[in-house]
């Protein structure tokens, strides 16, 4: 489908079935954290899945692209991301499989209803210390920082969506790690499985992969680490799998 790009508007190639995305560099363009969500993410056959602060809706392409969801929805707060998200369903032909739904993480539970999903991802905003921010509103701002929603919010919202035995995914920081824990088991999401994610083997961790189940017993699994890079610009395998260049 011919899809009419906006001014600073551009289309990238997933490298996955031929999809492609529409991105805005002055907005927020994708990072490896969205990839790597993807790939740790586990979908069923039949599952329905909902990606919370979708974005342009990267990880609901990428996880119809590497699983057998039956449904994907992306909600969104900002109004021209998730204008975005829909013409790359559209672009790439999804519409029947992929939904964009504009609003608020906080208000997740109202807009669908509680226990309606059986998986929630959630690639949020790492930051917590808004001071000298200039502009709450601006696209970055709200991709980057706990400006419209808090790490609290997306547990909670998470917890209530999903159904009894439900999976949550998410990417994070690693300083944070603490706090999601306390707030996952407060709002009974359990961890169940955490990896680490190092830029280099020598490294310290820079990025968090953890996955929770709703009303589960308590016992966590620790997987080997996930290194991102070999030698300076060349890329584990793992990580060429996960990107689908293998």
Known sequence: MKIELKTGERIDDLERNGYKIIQDKDRFCFGMDAVLLSGFAQVKDGDRVLDMGTGTGIIPILLEAKTSGREFVGLEIQKESAQ???????LNDLHEKIK?????????????????FDIVTCNPPYMNENHGIKNIDEPKTIARHEVKCTLEDVIRESAKV????????????????????????????EPKRLRMVHPFADKEANMILIEGHRGRKSMMKVEAPLIVYKSQGVYTNEILEIYGKR
Do not use: C, W
């Open 100 to 116: 964009i739904v504009k609003g608020d993480i906080k208000e997740a539970s109202a807009i669908f209803g509680g226990a309606t």
């Open 84 to 90: 975005m998200a829909e013409r790359s369903v559209l």
């Open 162 to 189: 999903l159904k009894p035995g439900g999976k949550f995914f998410m990417v994070h920081r690693p300083r944070r790690l603490v706090e999601i824990v306390t707030l996952m088991n407060k709002y009974k999401l």
